[in-house]
T-cell receptor, first 113, second 111 residues
Framework: ETGVTQSPTHLIKTRGQQVTLRCSSQ?????VSWYQQALGQGPQFIFQ???????GRGNFPPRFSGLQFPNYSSELNVNALELDDSALYLC????????????FGPGTRLTVL | KQEVTQIPAALSVPEGENLVLNCSFT??????LQWFRQDPGKGLTSLLL?????REQTSGRLNASLDKSSGRSTLYIAASQPGDSATYLC??????????FGQGTRLTINP
């Protein structure tokens, strides 16, 4: 069984640029959620994708967008990067259905200069 | 709005001690509660999941309890080891989609 993988591991961008982060879900999982974790804080929910549709969104602006593909992998796109977007971005996969456990990937560390 | 609080923010104990980490949440309408471990700069490792209808879960030296009516959970670690040093996060699943996290307890086990 393959776990959740994310790429790249680290990324450095400058303010105003755009970035794409990628996530492959755990084998058999059809739901992907994205979280942002600032240094010293708990992760914050960005959004969730199920059946290639956004299925819930946290308090993040529209410049944070995503995609889910037929193989259940997912992308997080962030436009017009700001310094405060510097964080660890975590992807979690799960089976659809209330109460199912979410399994997290290793994260992508984004630094915005 | 759900708020999750973890106390203490940091804890340092000698090896071999038993310890308790605390988590409280403001809205009892949750699907489940998860405890995670996070090593510095790494992702989250799920330790225990307690469904809303359950009272506790055990895995090895770890035991987690849930009292939904009072909005509290505890993580008990028995016979602590230096390898247990990490940040421990609790999170409640709300709306079937969204995990709401506390800020974590940074645990240091001293040899």
């Amino acid at each position: 069984e393959t776990g959740v993988t994310q790429s790249p591991t680290h990324l450095i961008k400058t303010r105003g640029q755009q970035v794409t982060l990628r996530c492959s879900s755990q084998s058999g999982h059809n739901t992907v959620s994205w979280y942002q974790q600032a240094l010293g804080q708990g992760p914050q929910f960005i959004f969730q994708y199920y059946r290639e549709e956004e299925n819930g969104r946290g308090n993040f602006p529209p410049r944070f967008s995503g995609l889910q593909f037929p193989n259940y992998s997912s992308e997080l796109n962030v436009n017009a990067l700001e310094l405060d977007d510097s964080a660890l971005y975590l992807c979690a996969s799960s089976l659809s259905g209330a109460g199912n456990e979410q399994f997290f990937g290793p994260g992508t560390r984004l630094t915005v200069l | 709005k759900q708020e999750v609080t973890q106390i203490p923010a940091a804890l340092s104990v000698p090896e071999g001690e038993n310890l308790v980490l605390n988590c409280s949440f403001t809205d009892s309408a949750i699907y489940n509660l998860q405890w995670f471990r996070q090593d510095p700069g790494k992702g989250l490792t799920s330790l225990l999941l307690i469904q809303s209808s359950q009272r506790e879960q055990t895995s090895g030296r770890l035991n987690a309890s849930l009292d939904k009516s009072s909005g509290r959970s505890t993580l008990y670690i028995a016979a602590s080891q230096p390898g247990d040093s990490a940040t421990y996060l609790c999170a409640v699943l709300q709306g079937a989609q969204k995990l709401v996290f506390g800020q974590g307890t940074r645990l240091t086990i001293n040899p």
